[in-house]
């Protein structure tokens, strides 16, 4: 059973940053693709990044492309998504992701899931 922990959502005026974490229990965690996904209300779920097990390898949505960085630590079982110049736009739940394919792009694919954790950007 996977677990998958997201933490680092909050409350930022635009043109703020925020980094979010997530931390997964698995023992095998290098072997696996991540990537983080958002959903505002209203919306269906979207992609954002995501990274092939190696770390080597990133894919970005057009709409955070030069402005969120994603990255993996896989000593620690924990995968990141660095957000800069935040725009209201940006508001949404954000979950991260797991599955061992690569690249990660449709939800419907996605295999482990975590619980989301909200971003909320003011303007």
């Known amino acids: 059973q996977v677990q998958l922990v997201e933490s680092g959502g909050g409350l930022v005026q635009a043109g703020g940053s925020l980094r979010l974490s997530c931390a997964a229990s698995?023992?095998?965690?290098?072997?696996?693709?991540m990537g983080w996904f958002r959903q505002a209300p209203g919306k269906e779920r979207e992609f954002v990044a995501a990274?092939?097990?190696?770390?080597?390898?990133?894919d970005y949505s057009d709409s955070v492309k030069g402005r969120f960085t994603i990255s993996r630590d896989s000593a620690k079982n924990t995968v990141y998504l660095q957000m800069n110049s935040l725009e209201p736009e940006d508001t949404a739940v954000y979950y991260c992701?797991?599955?061992?394919?690569?690249?990660?792009?449709?939800?419907?694919?996605?295999?482990?899931w975590g619980q989301g954790t909200q971003v909320t950007v003011s303007s």
């Open positions: 990274t092939d097990w190696s770390g080597l390898n990133t």
């Open positions: 698995i023992g095998i965690f290098r072997r696996y693709s």
């Open positions: 992701a797991l599955d061992s394919s690569y690249p990660l792009r449709s939800p419907q694919r996605i295999g482990s």
